[in-house]
C-alpha cells in the first residue's frame, strides 16, 4: 500500500479517484515534511525524501505543486504555498492588474519511493488568470485558474472534471504508467 504524504486533503482526494478508478488503492499520511526553498519543485521534492525515508516505513508518495505565471515570470512557482499564505489568489489577481498576458501553468511533482528507490514524475496544465475569483471546489488557487479548452475555473468544476485536465492528474498518468508497466490493463 503506497502513503500519500501530504497535508493537503484536497491533493489526496484527486489522487485517490483517480488512483482509485484503476484499481489502486493508497492511504492518506496527514504529516508535513520539510520543504527547502529552490528553483525547481523537484530539488523540493528530492530533498522531502531524503528526510521522509528514515521517517515513513513502506511506499510513500509526495506531492509538490505550483502555479506559474507568464507575466511574472514563473511567480510564484516553487514559493507557491509562501505567497497563498501571504497574498492569496486575491494578491495573484492584483499582480496581475492591467496585464495582457494572463497565460500560467500549473506544475505537480510526484517523488513515488518504491522498493527503496525514488521515481520522479511530472504533470502540467496550460491555462489562464481569470479576472476575478470563481467558484467553491478544489482549493488553493483553483478560483483563479481556467485550464485551457474551459471556460470554467478549476473550482467550478467537479473534481472528476478537475481530474480530466489537471496537472496532478496528468502525473498520475506518468504514475500509472510507471505502477502498471508490464501488468495487463485494468
Ligand atoms: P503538502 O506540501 O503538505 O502536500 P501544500 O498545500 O503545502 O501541501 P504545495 O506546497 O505543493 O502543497 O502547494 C503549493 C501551493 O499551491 C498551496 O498553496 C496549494 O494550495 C496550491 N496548489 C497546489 N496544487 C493546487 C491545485 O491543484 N489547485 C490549486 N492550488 C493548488
Given at each position: 500500500?503506497?502513503?500519500?504524504?501530504?497535508?493537503?486533503?484536497?491533493?489526496?482526494?484527486?489522487?485517490?479517484?483517480?488512483?482509485?478508478?484503476?484499481?489502486?488503492?493508497?492511504?492518506?499520511?496527514?504529516?508535513?515534511?520539510?520543504?527547502?526553498?529552490?528553483?525547481?519543485?523537484?530539488?523540493i521534492v528530492r530533498f522531502g525524501a531524503t528526510v521522509l525515508d528514515d521517517e515513513v516505513r513502506g511506499d510513500y508518495l509526495i506531492d509538490d505543486s505550483g502555479l506559474f505565471v507568464d507575466a511574472l515570470n514563473?511567480?510564484?512557482?516553487?514559493y507557491s504555498a509562501y505567497a497563498y499564505k501571504r497574498i492569496g489568489s486575491k494578491g495573484i489577481l492584483r499582480l496581475l492588474e492591467g496585464a495582457r498576458v494572463?497565460?500560467?501553468?500549473?506544475?505537480?511533482?510526484?517523488l513515488l519511493r518504491k522498493g527503496g528507490e525514488h521515481h520522479a514524475f511530472r504533470g502540467e496544465c496550460r491555462g489562464t488568470i481569470a479576472d476575478a475569483e470563481r467558484g467553491k471546489g478544489g482549493f488553493g488557487y483553483d478560483p483563479i485558474f481556467i485550464p485551457e479548452g474551459e471556460a470554467r475555473t478549476f473550482a467550478e468544476m467537479s473534481l472528476k472534471e478537475k481530474n480530466l485536465y489537471s496537472h496532478r492528474s496528468r502525473a498520475v498518468d506518468a504514475l500509472l504508467e510507471f505502477l502498471t508497466r508490464g501488468r495487463p490493463e485494468a
Open positions: 500500500m503506497i502513503q500519500f504524504v501530504t497535508t493537503n486533503e484536497g491533493k489526496f482526494k484527486e489522487v485517490f479517484d483517480r488512483l482509485l478508478g484503476r484499481g489502486i488503492r493508497i492511504e492518506h499520511l496527514d504529516r508535513s515534511y520539510p520543504e527547502i526553498q529552490a528553483d525547481s519543485l523537484e530539488k514563473g511567480f510564484p512557482g516553487p494572463r497565460a500560467a501553468t500549473f506544475e505537480t511533482v510526484f
